[in-house]
Structures are given as C-alpha cells and as structure tokens.
C-alpha cells in the first residue's frame, strides 16, 4: 500500500470526526487513530491537521449557537484551541509520542518568505520526532485572510513539506458516483466537470467545508506530486479499516518535474490580481519565454511586486501563474508598451520582464 512506502504523511481530521455530537472529545476514536498511526509510524514524518477548536470552545463554555459573530468564534478558538491541543498532548503521551502545536494563517503559506520559515519549522520537529498538530489561527483571521477550511489548509501544508500522501478523514467514504448504488470512485487522475458534476456539497454540524473543498485540496496534490486519500474517519481505526477493506477515493498526482518553488506557485489557493494578454504573448508563453509588458492588454485587481498573479488570455481562460515582477499600477503604465520604454515611463531602471519564465507555471 502506497501509504506504507511514503516518508511523509499529512493526516486531516476533521471536526466531526475530533467532536461528538455534544460538543466533546472523541477520545476513544483519537486512541484508535493513534494504534494505526504506530503501525506504520517508523521512519516517517507525520503531521495531523485538526479542525475542531471553535466546536470545543463552544462546549466549554456552554455556547449552544450555530450562527456565530466572527470576532467572537476567534475568541471561542483561542479557548478551544488550548483544549484541542491538551487532548492530543495526553493521548500521544501515553504512547510515547511527542506532540507540537503550530497554528498557521494564509499569510505563512501564501507569502514565499513566510513559507520557507514554516517548512524549517516543520523539519525541525520532525528531527525532534515530533508530530505537529496543526490548526488554522482562528484567533486572528479574519473573513477576508481565512482558509475558511482545513482541507485547502492540510493540501498547502503537504506541498510545502514535501508530503508524498495527504489522507482526509471525513464523515464520508470517499466520492461517490451519481448512479442509483452510489459508488466510490475508487482512483481520480483529473479533476475536470465530470468530477465536478458530483458534488454534493452538505456540510456537517461542525464542519466549514464539504466535498468541494476536498477537490480544490485534491487540484494542489495533484499538481505538487502529493497522492491524495478521502476516506471515512467515522469508524474506529479509521487508516487501517482504509486499507484493509479499500474503500477510500485516492487522487493520482501528476508525475512532476517542477522545482519546489514552481510547486509552491501553481498550488497557490488565491491569486491577487490577473493579467490579459494578446495572443502573440500567449504564444510565447507557451514556447516556454517571459511575459513583456508588449502582450499585455489589461490588468485586474491591485498587487505588489513578487504577488501571485494569474495570465489569461483574452476569453478570460487561465494560461499561467507567476510571480508578478512590478506592481499593478507600474504595469498600468507600461501594458503594451515595448521593453526599451520602461525606463522612461517609470523614470528609474527596472526589469524587463513582467513575470519572468522562472517565476511562471503554466496551467
């Protein structure tokens, strides 16, 4: 079984699968996950995402509300933060295992600086043989700079450190098929409409995504070399009853000859502005060169220099991301311009490509 020969291994639970119904710990089913985990444990990195904060904070304090203000589920998640990361430190500890908390925000994952630092952090606990237990920083995001799930959160953390599987534990099976016996689908290569066309997107009592977010997960695997499992986290010992019976959903990556830092660009989960180029430029992009400001014929959306920014041709279809060498009011000025002018348009020497090929995956 793959996940037996893979060195790196994310693990994401999600919140039903952490919290019962009554807003408590599921303890007996983390020490049945924790039994599976030692099987196969040695000489591999592990790291857990774990949802479920704001779902034991509410507990704690008696919060019985579904519809909560933002400002105050952060509070709430601060408290059931401490909770969540308690209830992990005591189980790991009885066998042995240690644990460490690293809660993450889309600015250390989205922001290249910021990423590398928490790569090094996760190879360090890794050399201390311990395990991270990851959350999103609840507590201090907010509506605009969220994940708003962890499934996108735990496909980020897999491609920054090089994860060879990412396993979803779910309160499903894997993906269904829309035929009447509603069946797995045991392998997906490609995530295209047909796959789209079955979501049913319910969401849980506690839980902030559904299937679609399992996808958009699935898209960063794929294009980071990640192999991808949803299986069902509803049942005891839930990666060995996985393996054992075959009933999951495993998404097959691309066989990837980027670099990490060409990963990290194409599994980006957001773009901060996008760029229309003629067709001359989309050419030339496709033969492998630079974007110049001569192919540019618009810009959307406001960045700075270094952003992550999408191309796209004139019928708004997605051509390339990259990493954009100017900010969105120096290419205003420049759009369509020929190389040799920027200088005199902007009034100081600068770069001449807008998106350099070495900073660009094309899609």
Known sequence: MLINNSKKIVIKLGSSTVVDNKGKFKKKWVKSLIKDIKKFREKKDLVIVSSGAIALGQNYLKIKKKKIKLEMSQAIASVGQIHLAGEFQKLFDKHKI???????????????????????????LFKLKAIPIVNENDTTATAEIKYGDNDRLAARVAQIIGADTLIILSDVDGLYDKSKSRKIIRTVTKIDSNIHAMIDNKKNLYGSGGIITKLDAAKICINAGCHMFIGNGKKNNPINNMIKNKIYTHFIPKISSLDARKKWIISSLNSSGKIYIDQG????????KSLLAAGITKIVGIFEKGEN??????????LARGLSSFTSSEINKIKGKQSKEIENILGYLSKTEIVHKDDMVKL
Do not use: C, M, Y
């Open 281 to 288: 430029a989309a050419q030339a992009l496709e033969q492998g």
């Open 98 to 124: 240690k644990t460490g908390q690293i809660l993450i925000s889309p600015d250390d994952t989205e922001q290249r600086r910021r990423a590398l630092n928490v790569r090094r952090t996760f190879d360090n």
């Open 309 to 318: 920014i999408l191309i796209v041709d004139q019928n708004d279809k997605g």
